[in-house]
């Protein structure tokens, strides 16, 4: 029997750059992973301690300003402004993508989903390749960790 961390893996930038193009309403999560995320669908807020309603977690749609630009570039961004977060919350964490309804906002702005279905693993791989992409830009931006 599999449980909820038995997930494919998206192994390149390439597969899940594939993967946001044909489906809408995709999530990324940084987190231990959805055996723990979904015994109790909720997260916290880490300055109150308040609990929220639903997993805090980043769209990875293409925004309609984004225009004509690469959607491997948008993907690479929505991954490299988080890449600090597995250091910053420990051994275990790592990304996976899922679906979901969102219920609310966090206190940055970010969706809280609920009625989350997981879908893969991000390998770290793709990580890096997002994080190469990113220095390749023109004006490439540093990551969303603040000090």
Partial sequence: MSGPDDLPVVRT???LTELV???QGLYVRW???PGTDLREV???DELTGVAMPGLSANPLDV???WADRPVRVWVA???HDYAHLPHDKGPGVRPW???GRETGRGPDNEPLVTDARPMSWIDPQ???EAKAEVSRQENPWGTLRRS
């Fill in 21 to 23: 193009e044909r489906h």
């Fill in 63 to 65: 925004e309609e300003w």
């Fill in 77 to 79: 961004r929505r991954l």
């Fill in 126 to 128: 793709v990580i890096d």
């Fill in 31 to 33: 987190s231990r992973g």
């Fill in 13 to 15: 930038l390439d597969e």
């Fill in 42 to 44: 909720s997260s916290t």
């Fill in 97 to 99: 993508v899922l679906t």
